[in-house]
């Protein structure tokens, strides 16, 4: 109470007291704080009980008017006073100490605003650097430490002055030998001392300094204080070799600005932590690119954020509803602050999941701003130390449940991800980096890769589900290796096609406008059954298009666009049509939704520099073997079944399989809900069970992302009918032939199949009720996706043509 008083009385008196020369107060509020350490007998009292807040106060507003007074860039007597006098190292000294108690967060927070209110740069001088250096060692140390708040404070404003001037980083990295410090300390130390003497200091403040020179030769062990003041210094020059010596000292070396906000970035205190993640971006995006291999290779930052990414994906639990790891939302590292009691959607394992994935978006933030070498050191450490080390694990494990969670875990990362460099690591771990056309042997050359495509057609629907999704959204990233490793490596070559050189111009077009040796639909055994009548007029489908030509093949080698449209809408017959029954279900409700997903895979090819044609057939290597590839041909192969896809033993059915297993113990008592074998059996005895809808439309999904991208060999691959295949090769549209082939025998076993196959599309349009199980429910389903799929593919073709086409 006492102090108090006296507090006010002093404020009083000065306030009537005449004012001073700015100099001579400054020296006297500084007198004042040594003075108070002779004097008083009380050390245990805080510091808020005494003059200290009050006179460094009183000092930093002198210097912020001694410098307002002042040109730009001209220093003061003031603050030479207070750099020669090595003021903020015994202010460190004091504040380490933390005598009085509080005294550490006087001190950091003196620094903080001299630093962010001073506008002339101070972190060049020695005998600012130094303490501050010192200072950012005392960060961090404690965690829900009484001084965090400050701490923060203090580490962000140094961080902002880095990021206004990047080569003061020269300073804060310490990559010297402890030997070195041993030798060196002493003598420093007492060249300090004698230094303040020579300056005038008094006995007081040379009894502070001598104090703070015992402090710092008993730390030298782990100070590293600079031998010089050269600021001619290349930061290049301080990445040192790393010799084994250094290694044994030092694995890391010394940046302890990013330690101390690595600490923090672990506070119990959200804003805390969220500060040091802030700090830490700032630092990761310097441009220097001396200092953003000082980062990584001389700090832990790398090693840090990536185990804590596994250690938090380690958190989560076994097994998790695939859609709850979807649908989770307030993803943000910047405001994870989830409360369990107010989320009425809560599922158990939400906390963790949410922690992991802020997390993970904090470190695709952090690589997509920070400068090109940490980024890739980053995201290369992302990759070994969590992509492979933990996640590829998961991944190739034979529990269907842990599969199912791995793989969506792994899409939601592949929907989240939107750093450029991480987006390839990530892209390099699922696909590998191989970019030479695929063959049979080296199917099973990237492990992942392979289980990966292989799951697309899993015994379990909702694996088969997730993991087609995954590669949807994969399909949809910036890096050009995606497509290339997936597809057009196999085509680049276009040994799919059958070359027949022409011998003359007009052998190029026969009179009906059909290119020698393709198959025409009106003639092919497959379409006896269509007339003129149900063939779609050019009028009805292209009333935008530009005139028809008379040929079939147009000079740029395209075939005619009416053509390729018509060929896909004609592909199902009538009466295995239910569209035109249904209002608003028509090709043209396609062409809109093409249109603006094919601006958007343009939008991202763009910087590839795909060629506009396809590949000459003269220079093409057509003698190569032609296989489609692992990941066309399981798309290829289910495809194919689309009509009759086997029942899975998926979550959905597990409860069937379970209950007929128990319900005949005789008959499948030596059998499980697992057992490879089951599946066969219960299909023999019980016939055909719910189909796989979802799977049927995830395929036709993909395989139309595939056909939107503009690359010719794609094009012609996957959208023109019209392709004379080698042997034995096969192409999208030959695909949906084979199964319109399968389905016109087998609807003549089907009794009223059109109305049957309408009731269904109601159904599933939500227009009826659900009734009775219809008879035959796979393939009634199948031939609508198959309906649906033919009219998307018409519209991605004419869109695509249309672009192609406009100036």
């Known amino acids: 109470m006492f102090s108090k008083f006296t507090s006010i009385l002093q404020h009083a008196v000065e306030a009537l007291a005449p004012s001073l020369p700015l100099q001579e107060d400054f020296v006297y509020h500084w007198k004042a704080i040594t003075h108070y350490y002779i004097e008083t007998s009380d050390d245990k009292a805080p510091v808020t009980d005494t003059n200290i807040p009050s006179h460094l106060e009183q000092m930093l507003d002198i210097l912020i008017q001694e410098e307002n007074e002042r040109e730009s860039g001209e220093t003061g007597p003031c603050m030479e006073y207070l750099l020669h006098h090595k003021i903020l190292e015994t202010l460190y000294t004091l504040g380490k100490a933390d005598c009085p108690p509080g005294m550490k967060q006087q001190v950091l927070s003196f620094y903080t605003k001299l630093l962010g209110r001073i506008r002339q740069p101070l972190l060049p001088h020695i005998n600012v650097h130094r303490p501050v250096q010192k200072l950012i060692r005392l960060c961090g140390e404690v965690l829900?430490?009484?001084?965090?708040?400050?701490?923060?404070?203090?580490?962000?404003?140094?961080?902002?002055?880095?990021?206004?001037?990047?080569?003061?980083?020269?300073?804060?990295?310490?990559?010297?030998?402890?030997?070195?410090?041993?030798?060196?300390?002493?003598k420093l130390i007492a060249e300090d001392v004698q230094k303040g003497q020579d300056l005038g200091t008094t006995d007081t403040e040379q009894s502070v300094q001598l104090e703070e020179?015992?402090?710092?030769?008993?730390?030298?062990?782990?100070?590293?204080?600079?031998?010089?003041?050269?600021?001619?210094?290349?930061?290049?020059?301080?990445?040192?070799?790393?010799?084994?010596?250094?290694?044994?000292?030092?694995?890391?070396?010394?940046?302890?600005?990013?330690?101390?906000?690595?600490?923090?970035?672990?506070?119990?205190?959200?804003?805390?932590?969220?500060?040091?993640?802030?700090?830490?971006?700032?630092?990761?995006?310097?441009?220097?690119?001396?200092?953003?291999?000082?980062?990584?290779?001389?700090?832990?930052?790398?090693?840090?954020?990536?185990?804590?990414?596994?250690?938090?994906?380690?958190?989560?639990?076994?097994?998790?509803?695939?859609?709850?790891?979807?649908?989770?939302?307030?993803?943000?590292?910047?405001?994870?602050?989830?409360?369990?009691?107010?989320?009425?959607?809560?599922?158990?394992?939400?906390?963790?999941?949410?922690?992991?994935?802020?997390?993970?978006?904090?470190?695709?933030?952090?690589?997509?701003?920070?400068?090109k070498i940490t980024a890739i050191a980053m995201a290369g450490s992302v990759r070994d130390r969590f992509f492979v080390g933990v996640m590829e694990p998961q991944l190739m494990q034979t529990s269907e449940m842990g599969i199912l969670t791995s793989t969506a875990l792994l899409h939601r990362i592949v929907r989240q991800v939107t750093s450029d460099v991480l987006v390839h690591e990530m892209v390099c771990f699922i696909l590998g980096e191989q970019r030479e056309p695929e063959t049979l042997m080296d199917i099973n050359r990237h492990p992942l890769r392979h289980r990966l495509i292989e799951h697309c057609d899993h015994i379990s629907d909702e694996i088969s589900i997730m993991t087609l999704r995954m590669f949807e959204h994969l399909l949809q990233k910036s890096d050009e290796h995606i497509l290339y490793n997936l597809v057009l490596r196999n085509l680049e070559e276009r040994n799919y096609t059958e070359y027949k050189p022409p011998y003359q111009e007009d052998k190029d077009v026969v009179e009906?406008?059909?290119?020698?040796?393709?198959?025409?639909?009106?003639?092919?055994?497959?379409?006896?059954?269509?007339?003129?009548?149900?063939?779609?007029?050019?009028?009805?489908?292209?009333?935008?298009?530009?005139?028809?030509?008379?040929?079939?093949?147009?000079?740029?080698?395209?075939?005619?666009?009416?053509?390729?449209?018509?060929?896909?809408?004609?592909?199902?017959?009538?009466?295995?049509?239910?569209?035109?029954?249904?209002?608003?279900?028509?090709?043209?409700?396609?062409?809109?939704?093409?249109?603006?997903?094919?601006?958007?895979?343009?939008?991202?090819?763009?910087?590839?520099?795909?060629?506009?044609?396809?590949?000459?057939?003269?220079?093409?290597?057509?003698?190569?073997?032609?296989?489609?590839?692992?990941?066309?041909?399981?798309?290829?192969?289910?495809?194919?079944?689309?009509?009759?896809?086997?029942?899975?033993?998926?979550?959905?059915?597990?409860?069937?399989?379970?209950?007929?297993?128990?319900?005949?113990?005789?008959?499948?008592?030596?059998?499980?809900?697992?057992?490879?074998?089951v599946k066969k059996k219960l299909w023999?005895?019980?016939?055909?069970?719910?189909?796989?809808?979802?799977?049927?439309?995830?395929?036709?999904?993909?395989?139309?992302?595939?056909?939107?991208?503009?690359?010719?060999?794609?094009?012609?691959?996957?959208?023109?009918?019209?392709?004379?295949?080698?042997?034995?090769?096969?192409?999208?549209?030959?695909?949906?032939?084979?199964?319109?082939?399968?389905?016109?025998?087998?609807?003549?076993?089907?009794?009223?199949?059109?109305?049957?196959?309408?009731?269904?599309?109601?159904?599933?349009?939500?227009?009826?009720?659900?009734?009775?199980?219809?008879?035959?429910?796979?393939?009634l389903e199948g031939v609508i996706v198959l309906e649906e799929f033919c009219k998307e593919l018409a519209a991605i073709a004419f869109v695509k043509y249309h672009a192609s086409s406009t100036p």
């Open 213 to 371: 020179a015992r402090v710092e030769q008993a730390e030298k062990e782990s100070d590293l204080p600079q031998l010089a003041d050269d600021l001619s210094t290349s930061l290049a020059e301080l990445n040192f070799p790393t010799s084994p010596e250094t290694l044994a000292f030092h694995p890391h070396g010394n940046y302890n600005l990013v330690n101390s906000l690595l600490n923090l970035t672990k506070s119990p205190d959200g804003r805390i932590a969220v500060k040091a993640c802030e700090g830490l971006m700032l630092l990761v995006s310097l441009p220097e690119p001396a200092a953003a291999r000082c980062l990584t290779q001389s700090t832990c930052l790398c090693e840090l954020l990536t185990d804590r990414l596994a250690s938090l994906y380690k958190a989560l639990p076994q097994s998790m509803d695939p859609l709850d790891i979807e649908t989770v939302e307030g993803i943000n590292w910047g405001l994870d602050s989830y409360s369990h009691k107010e989320d009425t959607s809560a599922f158990p394992g939400k906390r963790a999941l949410i922690s992991f994935l802020s997390w993970f978006d904090y470190c695709d933030q952090l690589i997509k701003e920070a400068q």
């Open 512 to 677: 009906n406008g059909q290119i020698a040796g393709a198959v025409d639909l009106e003639e092919d055994p497959l379409f006896t059954d269509l007339s003129p009548d149900t063939m779609l007029s050019n009028q009805e489908w292209l009333s935008a298009s530009p005139p028809a030509s008379p040929e079939h093949l147009k000079s740029d080698g395209k075939t005619e666009v009416h053509k390729i449209v018509n060929s896909f809408l004609c592909l199902v017959p009538d009466e295995a049509k239910s569209s035109y029954h249904v209002e608003g279900t028509g090709y043209d409700t396609y062409l809109r939704d093409a249109h603006r997903q094919f601006r958007d895979y343009c939008t991202i090819c763009l910087r590839w520099e795909w060629p506009g044609s396809p590949k000459p057939l003269e220079k093409c290597n057509l003698e190569a073997l032609f296989f489609e590839g692992h990941f066309l041909k399981v798309l290829f192969d289910r495809m194919g079944r689309i009509l009759d896809q086997p029942p899975s033993l998926g979550a959905p059915l597990y409860s069937f399989v379970a209950a007929v297993l128990a319900a005949h113990p005789s008959r499948y008592g030596h059998m499980t809900c697992r057992c490879s074998k």
């Open 684 to 779: 023999n005895d019980f016939g055909e069970t719910p189909a796989p809808y979802d799977v049927n439309l995830q395929v036709t999904s993909v395989l139309s992302k595939l056909s939107l991208f503009p690359h010719p060999h794609i094009h012609e691959y996957l959208l023109d009918p019209y392709v004379n295949l080698a042997s034995g090769c096969r192409s999208l549209f030959s695909v949906i032939v084979r199964v319109v082939g399968d389905l016109m025998v087998r609807i003549q076993r089907i009794p009223d199949f059109t109305p049957k196959l309408l009731l269904v599309r109601k159904r599933l349009l939500g227009l009826e009720p659900e009734g009775p199980i219809v008879d035959h429910m796979t393939l």
């Open 144 to 186: 829900a430490a009484p001084t965090e708040n400050e701490e923060i404070q203090f580490l962000c404003i140094v961080c902002a002055k880095l990021k206004q001037d990047p080569y003061l980083v020269n300073f804060f990295l310490e990559n010297k030998l402890k030997a070195t410090v041993s030798k060196s300390t002493p």
